[in-house]
């Protein structure tokens, strides 16, 4: 399977914040440079998506920043990238129109396809955030 960019540096975040004291905010400056320069903007993007998941806490002002909330060892990767991944189809005929795939009605790896998906996730649910750092 292929990650989102967005998903990719959600973890790398996670990772990078799961490092630190809980009571020690990451400056984005200092998280977007750790991050090998990913833009501000696009950084402020995933650190509110994490926001919306409570996964992270922001602080506003001079000594500001983003800060994890909650344990490492309370957040399942697979159950991560499910919520971060949602509404990212694996393959065309996975999209909620159907997509334009010509033989969805007698075709059998759509099955085999959700199977494998599922088996992934799966699998990373046996690991948290904690076992990544």
């Not at 977007?32 to 996964?55: F, M, P």
């Not at 983003?66 to 060892?73: D, E, G, R, T």
Request: hydrophobic letters at 40%; charged letters at 25%; proline letters at 4%.
């Amino acid at each position: 399977m292929k990650l989102l960019a967005s998903t990719d540096y959600a973890l790398r975040i996670l990772m990078a914040l799961a490092k630190e004291p809980s009571d020690r905010p990451f400056s984005v400056e200092a998280l977007a440079q750790k991050l090998g320069g990913l833009s501000r903007n696009h950084l402020h993007k995933i650190v509110q998506e994490l926001a919306s998941l409570d996964l992270v806490r922001t602080f506003r002002g001079a000594g500001g920043g983003v800060a994890l909330a909650v344990s490492p060892h309370e957040v399942r990767i697979g159950t991560l990238i499910r919520q971060l991944e949602e509404d990212q189809p694996v393959v065309e005929c996975f999209r909620p129109d159907g997509g334009c795939c010509t033989l969805s009605a007698g075709c059998r790896l759509r099955g085999l396809i959700r199977v494998a998906q599922e088996d992934f996730y799966r699998n990373l649910d046996g690991y948290t955030l904690a076992d990544c750092v």
